[in-house]
């Protein structure tokens, strides 16, 4: 089983040797989740201060601070993301005046112990004791709890993009349906209440008539699989499904035989992640490319790269393909976006209280 990346933007991710297949650990909680847990643990429901600011020269903030011992702790929110801080009390300076009537150290000394690229100066101290539950809202609203994963199958002889999109489930293989089983069951989309990664659930089947869907730790994934939608006898590109698994992240593709794929006939500019996935004894042998830009994320692919079909071999793929996607979110296709959101949710927030 072999890609060939030609002019591609994709590269082929390199196995570890000391990689093993696991089931689901720590890596699959999303920052925003870490941070989450972490003020609710250090912070929430204990007195801490909170700082806001609507503009400095890392745009909007939101600082937590708490004194937890004789250690200080901070969540520091802004545009880029969330940081988690901590310093001794005995390494921030506080005059002897401040010690004396236990005033505690001034702001701009005890942002610059966590980090002198703290602007300390537009930071303003926040009492409203609602402010907690709003930031924690905040970062819950960051929450990812679906993805949308494309599914495309190749036949023996096919080799790029407009071939595979070209194939009908009436003519796929055993192999092929027993993997979409594997993937998650198979629903009527006719009157579905799940997530619907924007496929017509009102019956009037534009976007076919069943689809393949799980529920997985937590979180609703809705594959669109490329057989299962419509097929344009008229359309050789087959734009219909092209729409859909043209803007997933992350496209998985099913393969008969181990004939090397042309990964430069991938067109689109929203796919980042490609999971190539070949029948290989009692399991599947696994390669995965991402597109430049992707950094590197965990699990690792074990060599050989080969997973089984039990529930354990299930939740590593499962969960290489969620921290693949995520790891997406890091690329400059995406990354500017999701600091527009921060921003503007940490806005709202600082504008909120700083009238």
């Given at each position: 089983m072999s890609v060939v990346v030609g002019n591609s933007d994709f590269r082929p991710l390199q196995n570890n040797p000391t990689a093993k297949i696991t089931g689901v650990h720590e890596s699959l909680l999303q920052e925003c989740e870490k941070d989450i847990i972490w003020y609710r643990e250090n912070f929430f429901g204990k007195p801490h201060d909170n700082y806001l600011a609507l503009e400095s020269t890392k745009g909007p903030l939101a600082i937590s601070v708490i004194l937890d011992g004789g250690v200080y702790k901070a969540l520091v929110r802004s545009i880029e993301g969330s940081e988690r801080l901590t310093v001794e009390a005995s390494a921030v300076y506080q005059s002897t005046h401040r010690?004396?009537?236990?005033?505690?150290?001034?702001?701009?000394?005890?942002?610059?112990?966590?980090?002198?690229?703290?602007?300390?100066?537009?930071?303003?101290?926040?009492?409203?004791?609602?402010?907690?539950?709003e930031l924690l809202s905040m970062e819950e609203r960051q929450v990812i709890r679906s993805y949308k994963f494309?599914?495309?199958?190749?036949?023996?002889?096919?080799?790029?993009?407009a071939e595979m999109m070209s194939n009908r489930?009436?003519?796929?293989?055993?192999?092929y349906k027993n993997f979409l089983q594997f993937l998650g069951e198979t629903i009527e989309l006719r009157g579905w209440k799940g997530y619907r990664a924007g496929l017509d659930v009102s019956g009037t089947n534009q976007t076919g008539t069943h689809a393949v869907y799980t529920k997985w730790q937590g979180y609703e994934i809705m594959f669109h699989v490329a057989t299962m939608l419509p097929y344009n006898e008229k359309d050789k590109q087959q734009l219909e499904r092209k729409r859909h698994l043209g803007n997933d992240i992350v496209v998985i593709v099913y393969q008969d035989s181990d004939e090397p794929f042309q990964l430069s006939t991938m067109?689109?500019?929203?796919?980042?992640?490609?999971?190539?996935v070949r029948p290989e004894g009692?399991?599947?042998?696994?390669?995965?490319a991402?597109?430049?830009?992707?950094?590197?994320?965990?699990?690792?692919?074990?060599?050989?790269p080969i997973f089984g079909k039990d529930a354990v071999s299930r939740d590593y793929f499962l969960h290489t393909l969620v921290n693949g996607e995520r790891a997406s979110y890091k690329s400059a296709s995406f990354a500017p976006?999701?600091?527009?959101?921060?921003?503007?949710?940490?806005?709202?927030?600082a504008s909120k209280h700083l009238k």
């Open positions: 010690k004396l009537f236990k005033m505690g150290p001034k702001v701009d000394h005890l942002m610059s112990a966590f980090s002198s690229g703290i602007p300390a100066r537009s930071l303003s101290l926040v009492k409203n004791p609602g402010l907690a539950n494309g599914v495309a199958y190749c036949t023996a002889s096919q080799t790029t993009e489930h009436e003519t796929v293989s055993q192999g067109s689109s500019h929203q796919n980042h992640i490609l999971a190539f009692d399991g599947y042998r696994f390669v995965c991402v597109k430049q830009g992707v950094p590197t994320f965990i699990p690792d692919i074990p060599d050989p976006k999701i600091s527009r959101t921060r921003s503007v949710l940490l806005c709202d927030v």
